[in-house]
């Protein structure tokens, strides 16, 4: 299996742009997350869906911000509109959500906002 | 509320030096998981190790070992004989059973530096 995987790599966009970031978990996953990674906060947890449903959005910083995952297969994080503040890594990860079993991390996505 | 609290933001060692990270957790379920991840400067996050709630037996691996008290709801990480490779981040993380383990929840991570 090819783990997770995460487009783009890295992403510069201006403010009050759109910018959608993508993830295809690991086949047979029934979990998928999305985290932010800053400086200032660490590894937060914005949202994450079982079997495509989400789940728990409570960590989704504001409206700016949504997130959707149309098959099992694939997910995406859209911020619109785009400030620089929300330049950080944002990681995608996915579980198969059995006893015990780790989470698989994608590269993660670069997105400066200027 | 705070559920991971890695109290270490950052532990500087000369290469061959152990290393030692704490992690303290919050939970109230009877059954959950504990987790190491490692970051690396190539930014990936690595899974390393886990313990479940039931299986209180610290354990090695090669140069990686763990220290899981339940008592003090700590799961401390200790690598031996560091070298410069193990510069990283390293986070501890919980899975409970009262999110059916989908949910993971990481500490603020540890910056590890190891110089020659």
């Known amino acids: 299996d090819a783990g997770v995987i995460q487009s783009p790599r890295h992403e510069v966009t201006e403010m009050g742009q759109e910018v959608t970031l993508r993830c295809k978990p690991i086949?047979?996953?029934?979990?998928l997350f999305w985290y932010r990674q800053t400086m200032m906060r660490g590894l937060e947890l914005l949202i994450y869906f079982n079997n495509n449903v989400p789940i728990d959005d409570s960590g989704m910083p504001e409206d700016r911000f949504s997130a959707k995952m149309p098959n099992a297969s694939f997910s995406t994080l859209k911020i619109q509109p785009s400030e620089p503040r929300d330049s950080a890594v944002y990681f995608c990860a996915s579980s198969p959500g059995t006893l015990g079993t780790e989470a698989f991390f994608g590269q993660g996505t670069r997105l400066t906002v200027v | 509320a705070q559920k991971v609290t890695q109290a270490q933001t950052e532990i500087s060692v000369v290469e061959k030096e152990d290393v030692t990270l704490d992690c303290v957790y919050e939970?109230?379920?009877?059954?959950?998981?504990l987790f190491w991840y490692k970051q690396p400067p190539s930014g990936e996050l690595v899974f390393l190790i886990r313990r479940n709630s039931f299986d209180e037996q610290n354990e090695i691996s090669g140069r990686y070992s763990w220290n899981f008290q339940k008592s003090t709801s700590s799961f401390n990480f200790t690598i031996t004989a560091s070298q410069v490779v193990d510069s990283a981040v390293y986070f501890c993380?919980?899975?409970?059973?009262?999110?059916?383990?989908?949910?993971?929840?990481f500490g603020a991570g540890t910056q590890v530096v190891v110089t020659p």
């Open positions: 939970t109230r379920d009877t059954t959950y998981y």
């Open positions: 086949s047979g996953h029934d979990y």
């Open positions: 993380a919980l899975s409970e059973a009262r999110n059916s383990w989908g949910k993971f929840q």
